[in-house]
């Protein structure tokens, strides 16, 4: 079981990133697929996620720049990053937990700069 991030890297303000994230032994459609991300110094905190019934949900600072999807039958979501600030620099990280058994599995992360 294994859950890979990437597509992060450094970036202008206002610019665009979008990330990846992919995972093995293990079908997304029966998880609960999120990001979260970690700025150096600070707690990791909810960014986006799928709600049971297919909606989405936003951290309030991203609401609107951010926005989540995903590929089922590629094992795979998304997390496109528009109209980046400073603030949003972080570690990236994908979780998934399964709907009904709870169990849940991290990706390494992927690190985001936004610096001009």
């Known amino acids: 079981v294994q859950v890979v991030e990437s597509g992060g890297g450094v970036v202008q303000p206002g610019g665009s990133l979008k990330l990846s994230c992919r995972t093995y032994?293990?079908?997304?459609?029966?998880?609960?697929m999120s990001w979260h991300r970690q700025a150096p110094g600070k707690g990791r905190e909810f960014v986006a996620s799928?709600?049971?019934?297919?909606?989405?949900n936003y951290a309030d600072s991203v609401q609107g720049r951010f926005f989540i999807s995903r590929d089922n039958a590629a094992n795979t979501i998304y997390l496109q990053m528009n109209k980046l600030k400073p603030q949003d620099t972080a570690v990236y990280f994908c979780?998934?937990?399964?709907?009904?058994?709870?169990?849940?599995?991290w990706g390494q992360g992927t690190q985001v700069t936004v610096s001009s």
């Open positions: 979780k998934a937990t399964h709907w009904e058994y709870g169990s849940t599995y």
């Open positions: 032994g293990f079908t997304i459609a029966a998880y609960e």
């Open positions: 799928f709600t049971s019934t297919g909606g989405t």
